[in-house]
Nanobody, 124 residues
Framework: QWQLVESGGGLVQSGGSLRLSCAAS????????IGWFRQAPGKEREGVSE???????NYADSVKGRFTISRDNAQNTVFLQMNSLKPEDTADYYC??????????????????WGQGTQVTVSS
């Protein structure tokens, strides 16, 4: 059975950094488009970043220049390096995958495999 497992969340001060990991089992990430989404309390889930199987990346405007998505196919893992964190980055972060071609960028409806999430809290 395939699954995605996120890790790396935690509590960090404003301006700090965290690196989230999305480890896959049961599937080979080489062939998957992987996205990171987040959901803050009382808000809808939003797309943060995504990376295609060929390595093309995409970012939400709110995180451009601060977050970097990357993949290590040997480890079957996708990473989200988050720098210069702000209190408004506080949310539950989820990784998601699809083997299909993503037509609408950063849209959760494009993804059919989801992790359980990891919490990120940025204090001011």
């Amino acid at each position: 059975q395939w699954q995605l497992v996120e890790s790396g969340g935690g509590l960090v001060q404003s301006g700090g950094s965290l690196r989230l990991s999305c480890a896959a089992s049961g599937i080979t990430l080489d062939y998957y488009h992987i996205g990171w989404f987040r959901q803050a309390p009382g808000k809808e889930r939003e797309g943060v970043s995504e990376i295609s199987s060929s390595g093309t990346t995409n970012y939400a405007d709110s995180v451009k220049g601060r977050f970097t998505i990357s993949r290590d196919n040997a480890q079957n893992t996708v990473f989200l390096q988050m720098n210069s964190l702000k209190p408004e980055d506080t949310a539950d972060y989820y990784c998601a995958g699809t083997s299909r071609i993503v037509e609408v960028p950063l849209f959760e409806g494009e993804y059919n495999i989801w992790g359980q999430g990891t919490q990120v809290t940025v204090s001011s």
